[in-house]
């Protein structure tokens, strides 16, 4: 699985920290993130048959922010 670039996108998370993955992001003025993330067929085929998805999340021993994965496009079509 990796974040991959789309249309709405308007920065770029770690993109200079080679520890991490950039994360092409959509950001708005109240703090709502939305990064679009690519599956390999294995992990699609996984999902199919599991319906598992495990999310890891980093918090840095911060408080745990609210998640919200999506399967549905997140946007307004014009």
């Not at 990064?35 to 999902?47: A, D, G, H, M, P």
Request: proline share 9%; aromatic share 14%; charged share 25%.
């Amino acid at each position: 699985m990796k974040p991959i670039k789309f249309k709405e996108m308007n920065c770029t998370f770690a993109e200079n920290q080679k520890e991490y993955l950039p994360l092409p992001a959509y950001k708005d003025k109240e703090g709502n993130v939305i990064s679009l993330w690519q599956l390999t067929i294995i992990e699609r085929i996984k999902i199919f048959f599991t319906g598992n998805l495990w999310i890891h999340n980093l918090t840095f021993n911060k408080p745990l922010q609210p998640q919200r994965p999506l399967v549905n496009y997140p946007f307004k079509r014009s």
